[in-house]
T-cell receptor, first 114, second 114 residues
Framework: DVKVTQSSRYLVKRTGEKVFLECVQD?????MFWYRQDPGLGLRLIYF???????EKGDIPEGYSVSREKKERFSLILESASTNQTSMYLC?????????????FGAGTRLSVL | QQQVKQSPQSLIVQKGGISIINCAYE??????FPWYQQFPGKGPALLIA?????SEKKEGRFTISFNKSAKQFSLHIMDSQPGDSATYFC?????????????FGAGTRLFVKA
């Protein structure tokens, strides 16, 4: 079974703090993604990566950055957390080739910024 | 236009009934249409998917109906069970140079009454 592990289930941070969300996948997948999930808005893509050290902006990248130094690990960074970044964050991975569209999700990190 | 519009937002169905969730898209470049199922406290997981060259795909009690000319697709859950109670997301994916992009609908919360 594919496993996508997010380091924290719940996080509480203060406004202005730098926040790191970590994600690790164990299936040697090429592609990794970060989404945020908000009620009524579905899943919105923040950043994605098709290879090590490669990153692409998604639909809502403002206020976020990412790092992918190793194939299995994709980190989401909130440079200076703000209250409007309170949300559920989901990491996903997908293989390359014909199955690239099938995304495997982690359980999510619920972040509260106070 | 890259939106995927999903309805209804919530749905209550009696056990044994049929649950129907509808989605519509605008961009004809989408070439893969998955449905994801998310239980509370879990990440979304792929349930069933279809490509636009077929009009229907069935897996057990779950069926996708696809209308290419109307740019609409729907999920039908036959003989709905309390264990089907979850949030369902439709999505549309398109192939890009070097990768792909997936747009998710806003989600439908399904509750199946015992």
């Amino acid at each position: 079974d594919v496993k996508v592990t997010q380091s924290s289930r719940y996080l509480v941070k203060r406004t202005g703090e730098k926040v790191f969300l970590e994600c690790v996948q164990d299936m040697d997948h090429e592609n990794m993604f970060w989404y945020r999930q908000d009620p009524g808005l579905g899943l919105r893509l923040i950043y994605f990566s098709y290879d090590v050290k490669m990153k692409e902006k998604g639909d809502i990248p403002e206020g976020y950055s990412v790092s992918r130094e190793k194939k299995e690990r994709f980190s989401l960074i909130l440079e200076s957390a703000s209250t409007n970044q309170t949300s559920m964050y989901l990491c996903a991975s997908s293989p390359g080739g014909l199955s690239k569209n099938i995304q495997y999700f982690g359980a999510g990190t619920r972040l509260s910024v106070l | 236009q890259q939106q995927v519009k999903q309805s209804p937002q919530s749905l209550i169905v009696q056990k044994g009934g049929i649950s129907i969730i509808n989605c519509a898209y605008e961009n004809t470049a989408f070439d893969y249409f998955p449905w994801y199922q998310q239980f509370p406290g879990k990440g979304p997981a792929l349930l069933i998917a279809i490509r636009p060259d077929v009009s229907e795909k069935k897996e057990g009690r779950f069926t996708i109906s696809f209308n290419k000319s109307a740019k609409q697709f729907s999920l039908h859950i036959m003989d709905s069970q309390p264990g089907d109670s979850a949030t369902y997301f439709c999505a549309a994916s398109m192939t890009l140079t070097g990768g792909f992009k997936t747009i998710f609908g806003a989600g439908t919360r399904l509750f199946v009454k015992a």
